[in-house]
């Protein structure tokens, strides 16, 4: 497993691969597609995010990793975790060739940030309720009805393989807002 860059919108050759419409996985989840997984898987954990498409660290590939550290664990998490006690949180998802079946009329914004956009959130409406189809890391095809942040953490991946950023979803004041502050933010760092 390899920690890889991830493509940030500061930069243009950057955004064009993220402007960039992903192609479809050809023959299934092979030990190639799930080499990148893991790295990807790794790469989001070391940024650290909670999600994580291929666009983002230059592979044109429709294939997501997620983990919104939501395994259950004997005792629950009521006060702040150890560090051993989020690890055990994990819950990492894979998803290849993911689409999205049917959504919900029901609306649900939430504040959403990307490891692209760095340093900026905004409020994002999206449907409250998705019903999703995908491989998984075994090759498996499933189907099931997601919500809440699992569901936006979905589109917002999508969006991804499709060339879509969040603040694509915004006005165009708030848009430019971010770009500005991301640009500032590449400019302090360097």
Request: glycine share 6%; hydrophobic share 40%; charged share 30%.
């Amino acid at each position: 497993m390899a920690i890889r860059r991830i493509l940030t919108i500061d930069n243009a050759a950057d955004l064009a691969v993220l402007k960039s419409v992903a192609a479809p996985v050809q023959g299934g989840v092979t030990d190639a597609v799930r080499a990148l997984m893991d790295d990807m898987l790794e790469t989001m954990y070391d940024a650290p995010g909670i999600g994580l498409a291929a666009p983002q660290v230059g592979e044109l590939t429709r294939v997501v990793v997620m983990d919104l550290g939501d395994k259950p664990v004997e005792g629950g998490a009521e006060e702040a975790e150890t560090e051993e006690e989020a690890l055990e949180r994990r819950n990492p998802r894979y998803f290849v060739n993911p689409e999205i079946l049917w959504s919900s009329e029901e609306m649900f914004s939430y504040e959403e940030g990307c490891l692209s956009i760095p340093t900026y959130y905004d409020a994002v409406e999206r449907p409250a309720r998705v019903r999703v189809r995908y491989l998984n890391y075994q090759g498996a095809t499933i189907e099931e009805e997601i919500e809440g942040l699992y569901a936006v953490c979905f589109q917002h991946e999508l969006d991804h393989l499709n060339g879509v950023l969040f603040i694509d979803h915004l006005s165009r004041l708030r848009r430019d807002r971010a770009v500005t502050k991301v640009k500032k933010h590449a400019r302090m760092a360097a």
